[in-house]
DNA sequence: GGCAATCGTTTCATTTATTGAACCGATGGA
DNA sequence: TCCATCGGTTCAATAAATGAAACGATTGCC
């Protein structure tokens, strides 16, 4: 069952090591982090450099995200604007619930927090932009799983399951019932299971061909999370999830369970 | 002497065939642009898609550049925001030329607009976003030419310099000539060299270790470009290129003309 | 100031993934 | 109905990726 190690791929993986507190890298930690050897991290690194998606410092020798993420996703968003859809899609979502707003999308095996608007509570969550977000410690990993192929949750689950705060469930079992739940009434919660005392609420929005594209979230502190707030709360994020599904002219799948829109 | 034909580059060379009236390319479109057999095409856009990179559309079987382009750039600009200091130069320059202003940055091999603020007079240049520029036929090419380093004016210089107007120079030393008149006075001036009746005024921008990184640019109707005009022209240009190279944290570089500053 | 660790980089024999012609079934237009 | 073209698959031949070791240059530590 060999999966096919493409080479192209192995050298696109370097790119996940980045992250909001790791804005650049090194070739030996690039190599600690992969596992591969130095002189093949060397020639994925130069390759990458090569077309504008790294950016070596010629002093220190370090590596940055590129300049080809500038051109590319300028070009993505003149075809397919989707960047400035989210943006309006959140600002209103934050509105009406008054907690920090966030999107994601799939990209790669990775759930991107792309964009987030924050709450302007003095008690409220601060998300990092371009995060990555774990599948299972987060309603908006367990929103875009439930409707996910099953090769997807299985790979998603597969990894390893980090615990990240005291209720985090690292259970596989627990974490495919959840889904379940999420699949019945298409919003998912959590509650402090990515950071202690933080809730989430979280719907997934399709794209063009009712494929699951990501998930439209909020986040806020739990002793806010009250039962006639947190119904609120649901309704609000599933509307901006169906929001920026028709914005990016995405269908709901027939699987979607149709009375809770 | 063989160069080393990275499988990764070659994969990577594919999202260079997206462009601004090319925004979805199917496999043998790939394989016909490239020059790739189908099946070599077929696994690098495969793993392309399986990182982020493209999206294929699950009917059409299509491919689009994909949501990791998304993730990236917003991660390369919480760390380093580019973007939002281009599109301010960019309004500014806009307002004291009245012309229509762009900034491009290299990525790879191409040097690629990334944004783009129009003249509001009614005869004005439109230009598309993310568009790649002719090295040897816009001023923006001229300009980042000028400072680059002798291998990157040489591999540019050596593709087939295409003839877009009457007046585009083909001829590779006329074009050396100018980038020496560039390199003296730090702006580079193209005349219905890209387009009939099109001028330009571009001048390049410094990154932090006092490496070209692209230019800023404006591009006007042949008519305004009156002498008058022209040395305010230059004047802004300039002024623009030099406060991205500060935004950016770039420093000029030793052999840059200091009184043309 | 000198020693040691670590950095990025190069080399080269070994191995393994990449390559491409031919083929397949599906789709769609004439 | 036929033919062209689409996306995708197969498999032997081949060319490219790999990794241990070594190198020189910094860097940091005693």
């Excluded at 739940?181 to 809730?199: L, P």
């Amino acid at each position: 069952m060999s999966a096919g190690p493409s080479t192209v791929i192995k050298a696109l993986t370097l790119l996940d090591y980045f992250n909001p507190s790791r804005t650049a890298i090194g070739l030996s930690e690039f190599a600690k982090l992969s596992g591969y050897n130095k002189a093949t991290a060397l020639r994925f690194l130069t390759a990458l450099e090569s077309k504008g998606f790294l950016e070596q410092d010629i002093e220190t020798r370090i590596y940055k995200l590129g300049p080809a993420f500038l051109r590319f996703s300028q070009l993505r968003e003149t075809s397919f604007p989707l960047a400035e859809a989210v943006k309006v899609v959140l600002r209103d979502l934050n509105a009406s619930t008054g907690e920090t707003a966030l999107a994601s999308v799939i990209a790669g095996e990775n759930l991107a927090t792309i964009d987030v608007v924050e709450s302007r509570k003095l008690n409220r969550v601060t998300l990092e932009q371009g995060a990555a977000l774990p599948f299972h410690a987060t309603a908006s990993g367990l929103a875009y799983l439930a409707f996910a192929t099953d090769d997807i949750i299985e790979g998603a689950l597969s990894r390893e399951l980090t615990s990240h705060a005291g209720k985090t469930i690292t259970d596989q079992r627990k974490i495919a019932d959840r889904l379940d739940a999420v699949r019945a009434t298409g919003v998912a919660h959590t509650d402090g299971s990515f950071e202690e005392d933080v809730m989430g609420v979280a719907a997934p929005y399709f794209g063009p061909s009712g494929k699951v594209c990501g998930s439209v979230a909020i986040g806020f502190p739990a002793v806010r999370g009250t039962p006639d707030h947190m119904t609120a709360f649901e309704e609000d994020v599933k509307r901006a999830a169906m929001r920026l599904t028709g914005l990016r002219g995405g269908y709901y799948p027939d699987d979607f369970p149709e009375w809770a829109l």
